[in-house]
Nanobody, 122 residues
């Protein structure tokens, strides 16, 4: 009953910016943590950033100072503002939701988006 849909990806030149959005839909009461992972071809999926319902954030060292994660709990949406992009940021970015509480249910579940491409090249 939970679906995550990413948007805002695309191609940019080095030094450019993109803002990713991910909207979670379903009968959602609460999401403990939302975040972004990325995966380049032949590489393992890695955490980029996440944000708890409290607003506490965590970032990969490679994106600190360049990326900013935020969320709108009323819309069940998480954002990733990406600045000063470089070719190493090229990957498929996946939205995640951890500890999703559905209405009228005590069960917790996790969800993943299908991913969105971000390409940084000249």
């Amino acid at each position: 009953q939970v679906q995550l849909v990413e948007s805002g990806g695309g191609s940019v030149q080095p030094g450019g910016s993109l803002r990713l959005s991910c909207a979670a839909s379903g009968r959602i009461r609460k999401i403990f943590t939302m975040g972004w992972h990325r995966q380049a071809p032949g590489k393992q999926r890695e955490l980029v950033a996440d944000i708890a319902d409290s607003g506490d954030t965590s970032y990969a060292n490679s994106v600190k100072g360049r990326f900013t994660i935020s969320r709108d709990n009323a819309k069940n949406t998480v954002y990733l503002q990406m600045n000063s992009l470089n070719p190493d940021d090229t990957a498929v970015y996946y939205c995640s939701a951890e500890g999703v509480q559905l209405r009228n249910s005590m069960q917790m579940r996790d969800a993943w988006g299908r991913g969105i491409q971000v390409t940084v090249s000249s």
